[in-house]
């Protein structure tokens, strides 16, 4: 079995409401897929009450909490000295999450000492990857 860090983590929902709606977002990391963290919505702030994950790089968000970063659907950035903003982009709109900082680099220490940067080329399972992607391409041209 491979280790996994899961951790809840408040968040404020920057909306048009007065005030930020406060929403636990849980955190999950597996080292089958060391590259990338998993950011899980409840269903109570979800557009259609499905469970929503949004998938990025947990480089992304080590670099967003030192500096702006990210292209496409991601964008995380420092607020301030104590929080991190983290911007979700999909055709449906825009969501804006304000977190402490200091939550987030909790969750990323776990997930380095589960699989540290310079071992997560070696938890990649590039040879079952490539099966997988070869043997659909195989599937769709038959």
């Known amino acids: ?36 963290v998993h950011m899980i919505f409840p269903t109570a702030v979800s557009l259609d009450g499905a469970c929503v994950t949004w998938t990025f790089a947990r480089a992304l968000l080590d ?12 964008h995380i950035w420092p607020y301030n ?8 982009r999909s055709a449906e709109g825009v969501a804006l999450l304000r977190f402490a900082s200091g939550r987030l680099r909790h969750f990323l220490l776990h997930s380095y000492a589960t699989v540290p940067t310079e071992s997560e ?17 195989k599937d769709w041209q038959d």
């Open 63 to 74: 670099s967003g909490l030192h500096t702006p970063s990210g292209e496409g659907d991601v």
């Open 1 to 36: 079995m491979f280790p996994t860090v899961e951790e809840p983590v408040p968040a404020h929902l920057i909306s048009d409401a007065p005030e930020p709606v406060t929403v636990t977002v849980r955190l999950n990391y597996d080292a089958q897929d060391p590259l990338a």
């Open 121 to 137: 080329s070696q938890a990649l399972d590039i040879d079952a990857g490539l099966a997988a992607l070869l043997g659909k391409a």
């Open 81 to 88: 000295r104590t929080h991190t903003m983290v911007e979700l």
